[in-house]
C-alpha cells in the first residue's frame, strides 16, 4: 500500500539498521492510491479497457476482484477484493462459520492420495496440488477434515509452522491411533511454508520423515528445562 517502487524511498529504508525499524518507516508513509484496469477480452487476441464502464474507475488501494452471482439473480456480479479504503463502497465480510465445519480447497482434494496440511492459505499457495490448510493451527477430532482423513485412511503430511511443533506431535499422534500414515515435514531455515519456494516445498516433502510413536515422547523430553528435574 506504500510507494515501493520510489527509488529514493527504498534506498533511504535500505540504510536504516535493523527490519524493525524499516517496517516502521513504511508503517508511517501514507498510501498509495492508484486508479483500478478492468479489461475485457474481445476474443481474437484484443482486450479492451472497460474499467470507467464497469463503475471500478475509482482511485483507490485495492488488490484484485471477486467474480460471482453475489445476490443470486443469474447475473454475474463484481466485488474489488482486499480493499483498505473506508470509502470503496460495500464490504463483504466472512460469514461467522465454525473453522472445523469447514474443509479449505476441499474439490481440489484426492483422498486417496498423500495430502499435506499447513496452517495457512499463504502456505497453501506454496503447496503441490493435494493440500489443505487448517485456517490456524487448532485440529481435532470434530473436524470436518478429521472425520474424512479417519474414513478415507488419507496418508498425510504435516507441515505446520514450527512453532507448532507440539501440536504438531499431538495431532501426528492422534491421526496415527486411526491407523492414519503420517510424515513430518521439516522446515529447514524457513519460518514456514509460505516463506518457501515452490521447489523448496517439494524438496523438504521429499524428505519428510514418516512419524513413529517415540517421536511424541523425545519432543516431551526436549520441551523439559535444564534443571527442572
Known amino acids: 500500500t506504500n510507494d515501493r517502487t520510489n527509488s529514493d524511498l527504498v534506498a533511504h529504508v535500505e540504510k536504516l539498521a535493523t527490519s524493525a525499524e524499516k517496517a516502521a518507516y513504511w508503517r508511517k508513509q501514507p498510501p498509495r492510491r492508484d486508479h483500478n484496469f478492468a479489461y475485457r477480452n474481445l476474443g481474437d487476441l484484443r482486450f479492451a479497457e472497460v474499467a470507467a464502464s464497469w463503475g471500478l474507475d475509482f482511485l483507490g488501494v485495492s488488490y ?12 454475474l456480479n463484481y466485488l474489488v477484493a482486499r480493499t483498505i479504503d473506508n470509502d470503496a463502497g460495500m464490504k ?20 486417496k492420495q498423500e495430502l499435506t496440511l499447513v496452517e495457512g492459505p ?15 493451527s487448532h ?15 488419507t496418508p498425510i503430511v504435516l507441515a ?18 486411526y491407523g492414519v500414515n503420517v510424515r513430518i515435514l521439516d522446515h529447514g531455515t524457513f519460518s514456514d511454508v509460505g516463506e518457501m519456494s515452490r521447489l523448496d516445498f517439494l524438496e523438504a516433502k521429499k524428505r519428510a520423515k514418516k512419524w513413529k510413536s517415540d517421536d511424541h515422547l ?7 528445562k535444564s534443571g527442572s528435574l
Not at 463483504?92 to 483422498?111: G, H, R
Not at 523425545?218 to 523439559?224: N, R, S, Y
Open 92 to 111: 463483504y465480510l466472512n460469514a461467522k462459520v465454525p473453522k472445523k465445519s469447514v474443509i479449505f480447497n476441499e474439490i481440489n482434494i484426492n483422498w
Open 64 to 75: 484484485g476482484a471477486a467474480l460471482a452471482d453475489f445476490d443470486a439473480d443469474g447475473d
Open 122 to 136: 499463504f502456505d497453501l499457495v506454496k503447496c503441490d496440488d493435494n493440500a489443505t490448510c487448517l485456517l490456524g
Open 218 to 224: 523425545l519432543h516431551l523430553i526436549g520441551t523439559i
Open 160 to 177: 505446520l509452522d514450527p512453532d507448532a511443533r507440539g501440536k504438531t506431535q499431538a495431532y501426528a499422534k492422534k491421526l496415527s491411533s
Open 139 to 153: 485440529f481435532s477430532e470434530d473436524y470436518a477434515l478429521f472425520g474424512e482423513i479417519i474414513k478415507y485412511a
